[in-house]
Nanobody
Framework: QVQLVESGGRLVQPGGSLNISCAASRQVFNTYTMGWLRQAPGKEREFCAGFSVVRGTDYADSVKGRFTISRDIAKNILHLRMNNLKPEDTAVYYC????????????????WGQGTQVTVSS
């Protein structure tokens, strides 16, 4: 029933920037903890960035200072602005949500979108 729809993934040159988005229902957007997790080729899924109303934002060390999570409250859209992209950022980026309270920096999310491919290459 929880629907998360990602968009915006594409090929980007190293050092470039990209904004990807996740559309959610108003209930999920305003209530659930939401995050971006990614899975690179040959690697396990890892937490990237997340947000909750009560805890604020949190980021993986690998993206801190380069990625920024933000919310378009009017449209129920979660954004991830990615700056200074590196080849190692290449991955499928998934929008995720969880209803339970707790830490944001975790891969224990309950609901997932289909993912959007971000490829960083020259």
């Amino acid at each position: 029933q929880v629907q998360l729809v990602e968009s915006g993934g594409r090929l980007v040159q190293p050092g470039g920037s990209l904004n990807i988005s996740c559309a959610a229902s108003r209930q999920v957007f305003n209530t659930y903890t939401m995050g971006w997790l990614r899975q690179a080729p040959g690697k396990e899924r890892e937490f990237c960035a997340g947000f909750s109303v009560v805890r604020g934002t949190d980021y993986a060390d690998s993206v801190k200072g380069r990625f920024t999570i933000s919310r378009d409250i009017a449209k129920n859209i979660l954004h991830l602005r990615m700056n200074n992209l590196k080849p190692e950022d290449t991955a499928v980026y998934y929008c995720a949500a969880k209803s339970r309270t707790g830490i944001i920096k975790t891969d224990r999310y309950d609901y997932w979108g289909q993912g959007t491919q971000v490829t960083v290459s020259s």
